[in-house]
């Protein structure tokens, strides 16, 4: 009996977990990178004796137990060499001349704040109490009465902002549970509740870093999906989705290969796979998809060091301005740089690597957007180039020997994730999620299109969690909830 066809667009974290579930169920499948290399957001790069990601750097939820666990022990990807960061600092917040850490166990954290927050100890618990709820039931989705929809509707119609007001009472502490803000956007005016607090819970649980770079986790993917029959192909650009009778019938590759298919999965930018499909698709649901708000992007400094000169940390530290407003962050100047580090390949004592990220709006490097890589100017060269002395000039407080250990810097802006992976505006968590109205900015699998599913950061959460559960839920729109349910064994996990 012939299979069924599915294509999937877009080899990235979300497009391989489609594809690897869909494989295992049998179905034939096709998946198309217009890339060279797969990975997407999780590609690695190297310069020299340094390895660096493009966008990934760490994990939550990923100890026994955590919902990242679960998933990953379906995806097959435990064995890679994983490593815990400090239990007992896994995140070092850093506001002015004052450090606080975050300890891994929600005990552990609440324990770890209240040495510095002695009279907040009973909010702390609250504040912890409430992510812990919202991440015990994370998987409360994968049940057949909510296969129509994939979110909580209380949470995301809450806003964050006002959770954090109305549960901590201390101004500095909501700033420091606040100060590892790189995981998402954090405004003030549309961060539904249930992003912020999924978000920090997996973490709060356990924090992880991947020695090898992100690119082993697709890799991984890559291989086993092939293992099951399937196709992984590589610069293969869909440039059409065509539709006829309000069905795919068939997807062009690099404007001229046509390829049928049963079914297709994109995890492209929403608003990027409307632009491939030909018809079938009313103007309201185009403009509407086309008028969601993108969340801001990242600016990055990758910077190679001098051999044995800066001590590999097993932590992050997110450095702020003593005057900082994380939740509404002034644009005219670098306020908070994120601090990561690559585990040694060698597990020496000393880094080979370091990153430094800040946020970046679209606008500060929209003027450059219509010429190619490595065309921009020097304007462009210098405006990247002060970006990043602001950066260091921000870490150097806390890492006064980062400055003398700097061999070379690699930088890039949202205009390089805009053009190297098809994120539009450069953003970093995909489409903004609004608490105000949860129905039209958290999406579901579903298109207008019978059987044109959506995928990918975008839809519900981002992260390399919110990536992989709604993997499952793209693919419980084809194969049934309860099938997903008991293929994957999540359900229950937690």
């Keep these: 009996m012939e299979k069924d066809k599915v294509i999937v667009i877009g080899a990235g974290l979300g497009g391989l977990e489609c594809g690897y579930i869909l494989a295992k169920n049998g179905f034939d ?25 493009t966008g990934f750097h760490y994990v939550g939820g990923l100890g026994e137990g955590g919902p990242l666990y679960s998933l990953f022990r379906y995806f097959n990807l435990l064995d890679l060499p994983w490593k815990q960061l400090d239990r007992d600092c896994f995140d ?14 929600h005990d552990n954290f609440i324990e770890a704040l209240a040495e510095r927050f002695p009279h907040q100890r009973q909010e702390l618990r609250n504040y912890v109490s409430f992510l812990k709820n919202v991440g015990d039931h994370i998987f409360d989705s994968l049940s057949p009465r909510d296969a129509g929809g994939f979110y909580s509707e209380s949470l995301f119609a809450r806003s964050a902002w006002e959770f954090l007001n109305e549960t901590i009472s201390d101004p500095l502490l909501r700033q420091v549970l606040s100060g590892t803000s790189l995981k998402m956007e954090l405004n003030a005016e549309s961060l539904p509740l249930y992003v912020f607090a999924q978000i920090n819970n997996s973490f709060i649980h356990s924090a992880w870093r991947l020695q090898g770079g992100g690119s082993l986790v697709t890799d991984s993917l890559v291989g086993s999906i092939r293992s099951m029959g399937g196709k992984v192909l590589t610069d293969s650009a869909v440039t059409s989705i065509e539709v006829k009778d309000s069905r795919v019938s068939a997807v062009v590759v690099n404007g001229g290969e046509r390829l049928e298919a049963d079914r297709v999965i994109s995890s492209l930018h929403p608003a990027l796979t409307m632009s491939l499909v030909d018809n079938g698709l009313r103007k309201i649901y185009r403009e509407r998809i086309s008028r969601l708000e993108n969340t ?16 590999y940390e097993n932590r992050n530290l997110f450095i702020h301005r003593q005057d900082a407003d994380l939740w509404h962050p002034d644009p005219s100047r670098t306020e908070s740089v994120l601090v990561n580090w ?28 219509d010429k190619r890589m490595g065309h921009r100017g020097e304007d462009y060269v210098q405006f990247k180039a002060a970006r990043t002395e602001a950066c260091i000039e921000l870490v150097e407080h806390r890492l006064p020997q980062l400055r003398p250990a700097i061999d070379r ?40 299109v019978e059987n044109l599913y959506l995928t990918g ?38």
């Excluded at 004592?349 to 490097?365: F, G, H, K, Q, S």
């Excluded at 930088?411 to 970093?428: D, K, M, R």
Aim: net charge negative; aromatic share 10%.
């Design 29 to 53: 499948v096709t998946v198309l990178e217009q890339d060279g290399q797969t990975g997407g957001c999780l590609q690695t790069f190297v310069r020299g004796r340094a390895l660096f990601d």
């Design 342 to 369: 690559s585990v040694p390949y060698d597990d020496s004592d000393y880094a080979i690597n370091i990153d430094l990220l800040t946020p970046m709006r679209w606008d500060e490097v929209a003027r450059w957007s």
């Design 457 to 494: 950061q975008s839809l519900n959460l981002h992260g390399v969690l919110g990536v992989s559960m709604t993997s499952l839920f793209t693919c419980a729109s084809i194969l049934g909830m309860d099938a997903v349910v008991r293929d994957t064994g999540v359900k229950g996990d937690i």
């Design 296 to 311: 801001c992007g990242m600016f990055t400094a990758n910077i190679r060091l001098k051999p044995g000169m800066l001590k």
């Design 409 to 448: 810097i690699y930088t890039s802006s949202p205009l390089t994730y805009h053009h190297y992976v098809c994120q539009p505006q450069g953003s970093a968590y995909g489409v903004r999620k609004d608490w105000r109205s949860p129905m039209t900015t958290v999406l579901t699998p579903r298109t207008p």
């Design 92 to 105: 070092e917040v850093v506001i002015g001349d004052e450090s606080f850490r975050f300890a891994t166990g």
